[in-house]
Every structure is written in C-alpha cells, then in structure tokens.
C-alpha cells in the first residue's frame, strides 16, 4: 500500500514538472532561443564595450535571475487547481530547481567568454562559484515569491513582489545613509563572504532548505485554502 502510494506521489510530480515544460516550450523555438541567448549576448557585448569582469558577472547573474524569475510568474498564468495539491507543488519546485541549474550554467558559460573577450580568463573555480551562487538567488527567489503566486493572480503577485523589493530596498539604503555604522558593517559583511565563499555558500543552501520548506508549508495552506 505504502509503495503504491509512493508510485501515485511520483507520477503526480513527474507529471507536473512535464506539464511545466510544455508550458514553456508552448511559445515557440524563437522564445526560447530568445530566452536562453539574451544572457550571454548581452553579456560578451558588455565585455566588448570596455565593462570590468566585475560589472559584467553582476549583469549575469542578475540578468539571468529576473529571466528566470519572470518564467516563474508566466507559468502560474497557466494554474489550475486540482487534487494533487502537495504533489502539484512540489513538481513546480523541482522543475524551478531544474531551470536554476540551467541559468547557473547560463552564466558560467557567459561569464567565461566574457573574459576570453576582455583577455582575462575566468578561472574554472571562479566560473563554478558564480554559477553556484546564481542558482542559491534563483532558488532563495523563487522560494520567496511561491506562497505570492498562489495567493494572487500572476500580475497582482508580480506588483507586490516588486512593491516588497522597493521597500526593502528603500528601507536598507535609507538604513546605510542614516547609520553610518550599519554601511560599514555590510561593507565587512561583503568582504567577509569573498574571503570565505566556499562557507558562504554552505550556509546560503542551508538558507534555501529552510526557504523551500517553509514556501512549500505557506504555499500548501494558501493552496488549500482555495475551493478546487
């Protein structure tokens, strides 16, 4: 009875994550080849123009993390509800999961032609630790903005979430110019994190474990809350 169980739980959540991907192929070669090349286009044309690696890994990673955000919100326009509530839910994690790999990889492969145009190889370290901490953004994100999308529609989702950054963001600049010492202290923090990524980035996956189950528990109340 239990293995039976087990077998529906996994074929519910195969299930899902094969839905989500036709989802996203229904747009066509054209989107997705739009979708995948716009990262690391952009990204060798900065390099070309003259940016530093630096600026050019943060456009990577950023570029690549709102890509993959906004694919997030696209598939919910597509939701509908059913029985399989948890196993719907955890198929959209691992397919998300999936997509973050991808981008990760996106950007490791961008960053490394970057820096064959700028005469200055990336270090295959290097290209790892910012694919690395590009997929921990993207999971952190999507783990965040989950239990918004199954409370809202698509859009009304997409404007808090905007609306919560430019809060956050507002608040933590307004903070930094009003206390001197909270600046200095971010600015050690940072510095701190680049003389120890292989630490930092342990205890951002430890972050995004605790942010995937807590989603996953809020997503599945908000998700039951609603009338199939």
Sequence with gaps: MNTTANADAMTAILRQISL??????????SYIAIFFAYVPGFTCLMAATGSTL???????????ASGFLMLNITLFSYEQMNNHRNHQILGRFAFLIAC???????????????GTIMHEPVKVTDAIGFAAMTVLILVLLNAIV?????????????????????VIG???IGLCKALPELKKTVEQLAEAISRHQAIALAAFLIIDVLALAFSRKISLHIYGSKDI
Excluded: H, K
Excluded at 20 to 29: E, V
Excluded at 54 to 64: E, K, M, P, R
């Design 20 to 29: 989500d991907w036709n989802r996203t192929i229904s747009y066509g070669r």
């Design 170 to 172: 507002g608040a933590v």
């Design 146 to 166: 989950q239990p918004f999308l199954y409370r809202f529609s698509p859009y009304r989702a997409m404007a808090a979430i905007i609306l919560s950054i430019g």
């Design 100 to 114: 973050d790999l991808v981008a990760g990889l996106e950007v490791a492969v961008s960053i490394a032609c970057a």
């Design 54 to 64: 630096d600026s050019v890994a943060g456009a990577a990673i950023g570029g690549a």
